[in-house]
């Protein structure tokens, strides 16, 4: 993980709200070095290795969230993404490559506990990043989506078993795996 001047992980968040993007930086001024764009066309402009988290906003006018993401992930950027939107999930989720998914407004020990988990294991085990990936899209698409669109979508299901199957895989590995979970599900992924 890279670390920014201050020790300090370095997070760019990205808004096209002027507003909302700063009060984000201010929510963590104290746990992080924070870096704002306002738009997705700043986001493609300034992300980088530098920056070990980013928090993007999908509806923005200029250049959408889900597009900025697409691009940075060709572009090789292997940090972790954080999609933090008033835009209510579809099934259209499951196939971005974000690592968690917050509806606004968020809490601010919301936001530092989401960076914080995805920050301290990031790059420990691909599968533990992958199963909590995956988790968080199955959490957040079942809040918003009846059973029946769920059961509907072979997309949802296939991600249902890769959870299950890297569920007993990690339980067996990780002595701490419970713990791990636990605190994954105590993050709030809907607008307070």
Known sequence: MSRATSGQPHVLIVDDEHDVADTQALKLDHHYETTVVYGGAAALDTAGPEFDAILLDRRMPDVHGDEVLARLRERGYDGVVIMLTAVDPDLNILEMAFDDYLQKPVEQSTLVAALEQHLDRSG?????????????????????????????????????????????????????????????????????
């Open 124 to 192: 420990e085990d691909d599968r533990l990043d992958e199963y909590f990936e995956i988790t968080s899209k199955l959490a957040v698409l079942e809040r918003e989506k009846s059973a029946r669109q769920l059961e509907s979508s072979a997309e949802y299901t296939a991600l249902e078993e890769r959870a299950a199957e890297l569920e007993a895989r990690l339980e067996a590995e990780h002595d701490d795996f419970e713990e791990l979970v636990e605190t994954h599900r105590s993050i709030s992924r809907g607008s307070v």
